[in-house]
Nanobody, 109 residues
Framework: VQLVESGGGLVQPGGSLRLSCSASGSTYWWMGWVRQAPGIECKLISTIVFGGSTFYSDSVKGRFTVSRDNAKNTLYLQVNNLKTEDTAVYYC???????WGQGTQVTVS
């Protein structure tokens, strides 16, 4: 299993980004996004299953949208209306959090 995230960057408050995660090896039924802010433990913020059902943590609900392209084995996270507290490294994960990517940094400032 190899997960490779991209799309992070520096953005002003209120801005948007689209994070991507390319997965190799198979099409995974469950995929999620986890973020880790400086000095704070990792937090699962969004998940999506193969059929499209989604979950969002309260902190991102209404601002973030998770989606997937099963044909491309790619997971996305559209992040809108970013706040300074969204600054973190964002990781995609699969197989019940057993596998993680290397992460992509999102900085809101």
């Amino acid at each position: 299993v190899q997960l490779v995230e991209s799309g992070g960057g520096l953005v002003q408050p209120g801005g948007s980004l689209r994070l991507s995660c390319s997965a190799s090896g198979s099409t995974y039924w469950w995929m999620g996004w986890v973020r880790q802010a400086p000095g704070i433990e990792c937090k699962l913020i969004s998940t999506i299953v193969f059929g499209g059902s989604t979950f969002y943590s309260d902190s991102v609900k209404g601002r973030f949208t998770v989606s997937r392209d099963n044909a491309k084995n790619t997971l996305y996270l559209q992040v809108n209306n970013l706040k300074t507290e969204d600054t973190a490294v964002y990781y995609c994960a699969t197989v019940g959090l057993a596998y993680w990517g290397q992460g992509t940094q999102v900085t809101v400032s």
